[in-house]
């Protein structure tokens, strides 16, 4: 029993940290990336995306320099199949979510 409460307070100890070593700016990103985007891509560095077409955040990087997507970010990302939505994104949501996608590399 001692040693389970142990390992829950190391867990949520390590939770913590990770979230805590985000800048704001890092956080920030994750949470747009949570809230628009992950119903349909794995927007983490371990899970399968919801939707087999839509590729994992953390291969975005292999595709395309990064720093690259700010344009796309900016003038609407549109892509050849309708059940991805068109966003556009203003100027500090672009730098949010680009720095959270760094972090994915």
Do not use: W
Request: hydrophobic residues 40%.
């Amino acid at each position: 029993m001692l040693q389970s409460a142990a390992r829950q307070i190391f867990v949520a100890l390590m939770l913590t940290t990770s979230a805590l070593a985000a800048s704001p700016s890092e956080q920030r990103g994750r949470t747009f990336a949570l809230n628009n985007c992950a119903r349909c891509h794995s927007v983490d560095k371990v899970t399968q995306s919801p939707l087999k077409i839509a590729p994992p955040f953390r291969t975005l990087h292999e595709r395309y320099p990064v720093e690259s997507l700010a344009e796309a970010f900016a003038e609407g990302i549109e892509t050849g199949h309708p059940t991805m939505p068109a966003f556009q994104l203003d100027a500090d949501q672009i730098h949010d979510l680009l720095s959270y996608l760094k972090t994915l590399e």
